[in-house]
């Protein structure tokens, strides 16, 4: 090769390289394009996201905004509707108020066991211990009431009366039963004499009370209201366990008032077995018939079990005509009638002890099972349910008497 074709080759090969070096500068250059375009990428999705963030945070800011507006709106209704407090908020005030009344005035306090006294919301309101009940309720509603209080051992219990004219009125647990109804056939209650009692097979007479279920036996003359605890299994123990001279062994004395069974009511009461510290204030006393019964007296219309009483007692158990008036078969006529056991919802509760013994025999008194009587030795053991009576006076709360919504009482 000569020398021209050699630099004809070296200015070729110059070109190529020259080629390469200015694809590599074109390659250079497109990169860093690139790269800027990837930056500004990036910094625009940045820029959206920081704009998205601001965004929420107007969001937020204006739904905060909105929900203190709806707040304030809120409290300015309610400080407009004030007066319009729950009426049984102000029954609460009531109590309250008549307590601390009291404590200035104990001189007016009920003296006797069972005794009450009342004092009106207007004398309340008078010497400063309750606010007008126009501070309480809306405009142009007239309200009036009272407060009752009773004695009961040691206690002093409350009970308010408040009427709001169209609005609001107390209602006694009594009176609620009372307006129920009172029915002549089936299940129910019955008006006899001064008394009311429930009759039949499934009345509506379940109570809750002191945190179980009782059932409501009827409402005494005197209003209070008598009622049998039907939830709660029940001890076992002898109605009497003394020394028998007629038999010859301890065979029990079936005379109430030196009994066993006594003795064992007394100590429920006392140990607050059945009924809590705070709620024996309802309890009252009443009068408990504990008339013997002879064997020629087994007509039910003929017993005569208030010939003899016993009152200084508050809890107790159930006397014979408590567990066969309230069967409504016609049949039902004497009390060892199998027929007393149908319509009568005693048929579900096994009682155990009555308070009435055998007159004939020293050491025998009657049980009962399943609403059914028979005879028994003091001295054997047996069930003792409580039967009590409460003030007449509690307040309803709510219920419709049935097992499933029993009558709840106001505290």
């Not at 006294?117 to 309480?136: A, G, R, W």
């Not at 069967?327 to 149908?342: G, R, V």
């Not at 025999?361 to 409460?390: C, D, H, M, Q, W």
Request: with cysteine; glycine share 6%.
């Amino acid at each position: 090769m000569d020398n021209n074709d050699q630099e004809k080759n070296l200015d070729k090969d110059a070109e190529i390289i020259d080629g390469d070096m200015n694809e590599v500068s074109d390659l250079d250059q497109e990169t860093f394009t690139y790269t800027v375009d990837n930056n500004n990428v990036n910094n625009d999705y940045n820029k959206g996201f920081y704009n998205d963030k601001k965004s929420y945070l107007y969001i937020l800011i204006g739904v905060m905004i909105l929900v203190f507006i709806i707040a304030v709106l809120i409290f300015f209704a309610n400080r407009n509707n004030s007066k319009d407090a729950k009426y049984t908020d102000i029954e609460s005030k009531m109590v309250k108020a008549a307590e601390k009344y009291y404590d200035k005035h104990s001189e007016y306090l009920p003296v006797m066991d069972g005794s009450s006294v009342s004092v009106p919301v207007d004398t309340l309101i008078q010497e400063s211990f309750m606010k007008p009940f126009s501070e309480f309720v809306k405009d142009g509603v007239s309200c009036s009431g009272y407060v009752s209080v009773s004695k009961n051992s040691d206690d002093y219990v409350y009970f308010p009366y408040l009427v709001c004219e169209g609005e609001y009125e107390s209602s006694k647990l009594s009176s609620k039963i009372i307006s129920s109804g009172v029915v002549t056939s089936g299940d129910g209650l019955y008006n006899v004499g001064s008394e009311y009692i429930f009759r039949g097979e499934y009345p509506n007479n379940y109570v809750e009370f002191n945190g179980n279920n009782w059932r409501i036996m009827g409402i005494n003359s005197d209003g209070s209201i008598k009622l049998i605890l039907v939830e709660k299994k029940v001890e076992k123990n002898t109605w009497d366990d003394r020394y028998n001279s007629e038999k010859d062994g301890y065979t029990g004395i079936n005379d109430f008032r030196v009994s066993r069974l006594l003795e064992y009511l007394k100590k429920l009461y006392e140990d607050n077995t059945y009924v809590s510290e705070k709620n024996r204030k309802f309890l009252v006393k009443h009068d408990w018939c504990i008339g013997k019964i002879s064997s020629s007296d087994a007509l039910i219309d003929g017993l005569n079990l208030c010939s003899d009483v016993y009152n200084d007692l508050y809890i107790g158990v159930v006397d014979v005509d408590d567990i066969l008036i309230p069967s409504i078969d016609s049949n039902c006529k004497y009390i060892y009638d199998a027929e007393c056991t149908n319509y009568n919802y005693f048929f579900d509760i096994n009682t155990g002890w009555t308070f009435n013994a055998s007159m004939d025999k020293s050491y025998v008194v009657f049980n009962s099972n399943g609403g059914s009587l028979t005879t028994r030795n003091a001295s054997l053991e047996n069930y003792v349910r409580p039967v009590i009576n409460i003030n007449g006076n509690v307040l309803y709360k709510s219920g419709d008497g049935t097992e499933k919504h029993p009558y709840v009482i106001g505290d």
